[in-house]
C-alpha cells in the first residue's frame, strides 16, 4: 500500500490536504487503511498546524473501518481510499467496483450485525454515495473538532 500525497512542503496551506492509496481488498486493508487515516490526521497537525482533536481520529478510524469492511465485502476487485482535510474536516472516501446503491437499513435494536452503515450516518456531518461508471464512491466528512453534530438530513 504506497499513499499518494498531494501535500507537498513548497505548496500554499490554503491548498487541501490530500492523499489516496490502493487497496488490495483482502483482509489487510482494513488495517492498513486506519492506519493510514491515524497518519493521515496525525500530520495534518503536526505538520499542517491543522486542529484534530482525539475524537476526530477515533471518528475517523471508526468511519474508514466501516467503509473498507463494506466495500471488501460487497465489491469484487480492487478498492481506492482518499482522505482529505477541508476546512473544519476530514472527508473520507472509498471507491469500490460495485455498482450499488448503499442503503441504511431502519433501526432495528434486535437486528445482531448489519449496523455499520447506521453507526456512520449516526458519526458524520455528511454521507454521499455516487454511482460512477466502474463502481461507486462512498464519501463520509467528520468534524476535526470536538464538538457533535447532527446525524446528516434524511437519516434519522
Do not use: C, W, Y
Request: no cysteine; net charge negative.
Amino acid at each position: 500500500m504506497e499513499p499518494a500525497d498531494g501535500d507537498d512542503e513548497d505548496e500554499p496551506s490554503t491548498r487541501p490536504m490530500t492523499t489516496a492509496v490502493a487497496l488490495s481488498g483482502d483482509g489487510t486493508s482494513i488495517g492498513e487503511a486506519r492506519d493510514l487515516a491515524t497518519e493521515f490526521l496525525r500530520r495534518a497537525g503536526a505538520d499542517h498546524g491543522v486542529a484534530v482533536s482525539a475524537r476526530a481520529v477515533d471518528l475517523t478510524r471508526l468511519v474508514v473501518s466501516e467503509l473498507v469492511t463494506n466495500a471488501r465485502r460487497h465489491a469484487p476487485g480492487p478498492l481506492r481510499m482518499e482522505l482529505r482535510i477541508t476546512d473544519d474536516a476530514v472527508e473520507v472516501t472509498v471507491r469500490d467496483t460495485a455498482r450499488v446503491q448503499l442503503v441504511a437499513r431502519p433501526v432495528d435494536p434486535r437486528r445482531v450485525g448489519q449496523h455499520g452503515l447506521e453507526i456512520v450516518m449516526a458519526v458524520v456531518q455528511a454521507f454521499q454515495v455516487r454511482l460512477e461508471p466502474t463502481g461507486k464512491s462512498v464519501t463520509a466528512r467528520i468534524a476535526l473538532g470536538d464538538r457533535r453534530t447532527d446525524p446528516p438530513p434524511g437519516t434519522s
